[in-house]
């Protein structure tokens, strides 16, 4: 080490590996992961949205969470997006294509990606 | 992609609850269920909540599980890992923070909630054998500072600012000791590291060197870099081999990166550290017995002064500071003096961690700001006394502290308050009794320690513990004088003043202390033959009560010295004079027949 710049290398290059240790950020994308949503792909849904997040930068103010079944099996998988200061968002029928999507357009450009939402599937 | 850390402490109490075990399982079922891409494992320090290991903790999600087995690991795998929902039955029971959610995240519980977190900081959440986490957590960036930014002097005075004082027992200005090392003229001058931690019960020097030894690495190198050493000794005792491992590795570690060495950040400042074994004997705690040990010597005392600032290692200027102490450095250099002396009281600053144990619902570590009161710190933090007991007294500051009685419970802790109703701060044991402690028998265990550990160099300490550990088992027997009282406090005030190092100052500390509080236990054993507390053995008598006696024979069955006689569905006796006084019968009686007197 013989300088600080090499100090500040290793600390960027490994703040994105513990910031998920400093607890749920001020965003949350919660993955519906039961039985249900497992079947219908929900798996890759979170690994796609996992990754967006580590490709945008964005660990330390988004954590990427899951949970048991939401209720609505025939929406599966289903993805929730609780963001501060924001009515919580239902995305439902995801793929890893769309998870790329709302990192995009809604996570980053705080823009809801109304096509994919219950709203837009129920009507 | 990684989406999800599991941490898992690897002190050494959740080591020796299994959680190593738990980790393979962990390892072995990830792997099964074609996850280890996506989840990593992670080892840590303590988290401080040892009473409730194996733990382990979810993220992002902070869900907080405690007595995790290997038989729960599939469970966990299956429904937490993979499919998202919390295993309730083994998250952590926070009884204080009603059951409304049980997902009680670590930091949420009331045993974390009034906590402060500085010198623990980066214990249970960091792997203390990876440096590039420690880095990532502004590690080394302390260092960088002073030997890039600041002099010597600024430094120093940083550390005199922030009002920082030794974590190890002493409580004496850091800054100050750094002042006078600087000031001393030599040709080589060393920094050494207390880390024998030899006060029963206390283990927060083993918790930071197990879960953050990066902390200590960097803060040597500054107060190297402060008093114009190059060189540094750990000592710490050879019964902390998860300690030594770790430290060994980080230190193989700062060395390949430089951070120890020739030339650190191309400042021109040079340091390097070595690590001491210790055999284990509370004296070489002692500063001036310890760095005799260091010298490959037998541990024992010198007069001081000299100081170790003045004349220490090998005849050199040499500052020694605890582990604790050290732990400290890097947050202060970063934050600034200002940041930690907003924190305590007017004479304590920063924070302090306590090694809770004894008659206590959380057994841990837990680290509060200085001026925290007993009653917080027992009752919130430490979910109170067990089994429905009531609060009696704690002992501080182990074998050289005294203990606060329930009247004081709500009195600030910090050094000054506590020498001044008797106790000490010493290294942060601290050991809760409730009702069915005897205070006599608590001085006689702490004073037996002393006679054990006493070195033997000077009388007063070598001999007047024993005449004091004499008296208190005269006491206990039921064969005490009221006259031997004023024997004790006259022993006690000599053996102070006149030993040699603070061992002997400070033995007689937890007999004077009991006698100031609990005087009238004292009374109990010597006039009426009785131990209140139902602990001296040869002041307590079992009887039946032949009214409540049913003949059922289960007491003469469990007693193990054939005490107890009598016939099926009539009246049992036990024979005082055969009986060994174990209870085994009371614990045993179903109609609350037997008593103890
Ligand atoms: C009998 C005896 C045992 C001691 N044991 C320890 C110990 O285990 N750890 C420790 O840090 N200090 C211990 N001390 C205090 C040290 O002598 C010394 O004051 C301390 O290491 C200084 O560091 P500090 O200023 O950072 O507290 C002990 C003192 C005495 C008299």
Redesign the pocket.
């Known amino acids: 080490m013989k300088s600080l710049e090499e100090l500040m290398a290793i600390k960027a290059k490994m703040q994105d590996k513990v910031a998920i240790r400093k607890g749920s950020g001020s965003t949350r994308i919660v993955v519906g992961m039961a039985t249900c949503g497992i079947a219908a792909g929900a798996r890759p849904v979170l690994n796609a949205f996992v990754e967006a997040v580590n490709e945008a930068g964005l660990t330390e103010s988004v954590s990427v969470t899951q949970t048991g079944c939401i209720g609505i099996c025939q929406y599966e998988p289903v993805v929730e997006v609780y963001a501060e200061g924001q009515e919580k968002v239902t995305y439902v029928k995801m793929t890893p294509e769309k998870a790329k999507t709302i990192i995009e357009k809604h996570i980053k450009g705080g823009k809801v990606v109304a096509e994919y939402t219950i709203g837009a599937a129920k009507a | 992609m990684i989406r999800s850390h599991v941490l898992i402490c690897g002190g050494t109490g959740c080591t020796s609850s299994g959680s190593v075990a738990l980790r393979d399982k962990l390892a072995d079922e990830l792997k099964a269920k074609g996850l280890e891409e996506e989840i990593k494992i992670v080892m840590t320090g303590c988290f401080g909540l040892c009473a409730l290991g194996p733990i382990m903790i979810v993220y992002p999600e902070g869900t907080f599980y405690s007595q995790v087995t290997a038989d729960d690991i599939p469970e966990i795998v299956e429904e937490h890992l993979l499919k998202g929902r919390i295993v309730e039955r083994l998250v952590y029971n926070d009884q204080a923070a009603a059951a409304e959610e049980a997902t009680a995240s670590l930091s949420e519980t009331q045993f974390y909630k009034k906590q402060k977190r500085v010198a623990l900081r980066n214990c249970g959440v960091i792997n203390p054998e990876a440096i590039d986490e420690y880095i990532a957590m502004d590690g080394y960036f302390a260092l960088a500072k002073a030997v890039k930014e600041m002099t010597p002097e600024d430094v120093i005075n940083t550390i005199l600012a922030s009002g920082l004082r ?7 200005p ?1 800054g100050r ?1 750094w002042q006078f090392a600087r000031a001393s003229v030599s040709d080589k001058k060393y920094v050494v590291c ?1 880390a ?4 029963p019960g206390a283990f927060m ?1 083993r918790s930071v060197l197990e879960g953050d030894p990066h902390a200590l690495i960097e803060a040597m190198a500054i107060a190297a870099y402060a008093i114009g050493a190059d060189e540094g000794w750990v000592y710490v005792r050879a019964e902390y081999p998860i300690a030594v491992r770790r430290l060994s590795i980080a230190i193989e570690q700062a060395r390949e990166y430089g951070l120890l060495g020739k030339n650190i950040f191309g400042s021109g400042f040079n340091f390097d550290l070595h690590i001491r074994l210790g055999a284990g004997a ?2 070489c ?3 001036t017995a ?1 760095l005799t040990s260091v010298e490959g010597n037998r541990g024992e005392p010198r007069p001081r002064p000299p100081f170790p600032a003045v004349k220490g290692l090998w005849g050199k200027p040499t500052i ?4 604790e ?1 050290y732990a400290n450095i890097a947050q202060i250099i970063l934050k600034g003096a200002d940041w930690f002396s907003s924190m305590g009281t007017e004479k304590s600053k920063g924070t302090k961690v306590f090694a809770l144990g004894g008659k206590i619902t959380n057994t841990g570590l837990v680290e509060v700001p200085m001026g925290t009161t007993l009653r917080e710190i027992v009752e919130e933090i430490g979910g109170g006394v067990p089994n429905g007991k009531t609060f009696k007294a704690a002992q501080t500051g182990g074998p ?1 502290g005294g203990c606060i009685p329930a009247s004081l419970i709500d009195v600030p802790i910090d050094y000054d308050n506590l020498l001044e109703i008797g106790s000490m701060m010493g ?1 942060g044991g601290l050991i809760v009794m409730d009702e069915d402690t005897c205070m006599v028998d608590l001085a006689k265990f702490f004073l037996e320690f002393t006679v054990d550990e006493s070195c033997g160099k000077c009388a007063p300490c070598r001999i007047g513990t024993v005449r004091m550990l004499e008296i208190l088992n005269k006491i206990c027997d039921g064969n005490g004088e009221m006259e031997d009282l004023d024997k004790l406090e006259e022993l006690a005030n000599y053996i102070k003043s006149a030993s040699l ?3 002997g100052q ?1 033995a007689p500390n937890p007999v004077l202390s009991t006698l100031r509080y609990f005087r009238d236990e004292y009374i109990a054993h010597i006039v009426d033959k009785k131990c209140p507390a139902g602990v001296c053995k040869k002041l307590l008598n079992y009887t039946i009560d032949p009214d409540k006696c049913k003949g059922c024979t289960l007491c003469a069955r469990a007693c193990p010295a054939g005490a107890i006689t009598g016939k099926v569905k009539e009246v049992h006796v036990i024979d005082t004079a055969k009986c060994v006084k174990c209870g085994a019968c009371m614990e045993k009686c179903k109609f609350g027949a037997i008593s103890r007197k």
Do not use: H
Request: proline share 0%.
């Open positions: 030794g974590r190890g027992g002493g409580g004496f850091t000791k207390n024998d931690e030899g006060d020097d509370f004296v705690g002692e500063e310890l020694i500071n605890n582990v102490t050289s290294s190092c603070g061992l400070t």
